[in-house]
Nanobody
Framework: QVQLVESGGGLVQAGGSLRLSCSYS??????????MGWFRQAPGKEREFVAG????????DYTDSVKGRFTISRDNAKNTVSLQMNSLKPEDTAVYSC???????????????????WGQGTQVTVSS
């Protein structure tokens, strides 16, 4: 069983920053390499990959539109994955969700279908 809970969303002006956190708990499974990802879905649009990180933090990946502005990190002692978002733009407005992929296959998947568990999401609104 995997449970994910996001926090940290809110309203911010363009150019500002927000930090999202995803607290996760994994029970009933023997350890295997996994990936944590952040996705977002804007109104009227499909959900898209934002950033991902492997279970040990050794590999990260980002969608092109957030490279240089967003940073994903993890704290295994606290079972959290964070997304630091700087230089926010109105087009970053979306519901942001964290997700868990229970396998790792040499790359961080961008496809939402690869992820097995999802949080409920947190709203990020960037005003112009």
């Amino acid at each position: 069983q995997v449970q994910l809970v996001e926090s940290g969303g809110g309203l911010v002006q363009a150019g500002g920053s927000l930090r999202l956190s995803c607290s996760y708990s994994i029970s009933g499974r023997t350890f295997s390499p996994y990936v944590m990802g952040w996705f977002r879905q804007a109104p009227g649009k499909e959900r898209e990959f934002v950033a991902g990180i492997t279970w040990n933090g050794g590999i990260t990946d980002y969608t092109d539109s957030v490279k240089g502005r967003f940073t994903i990190s993890r704290d295994n002692a606290k079972n959290t994955v964070s997304l630091q978002m700087n230089s926010l733009k109105p087009e970053d407005t979306a519901v942001y969700s964290c997700a868990y992929d229970r396998t790792y296959g040499r790359r961080i998947p961008f496809e939402e279908g690869k992820y097995d568990y999802w949080g409920q999401g947190t709203q990020v609104t960037v005003s112009s």
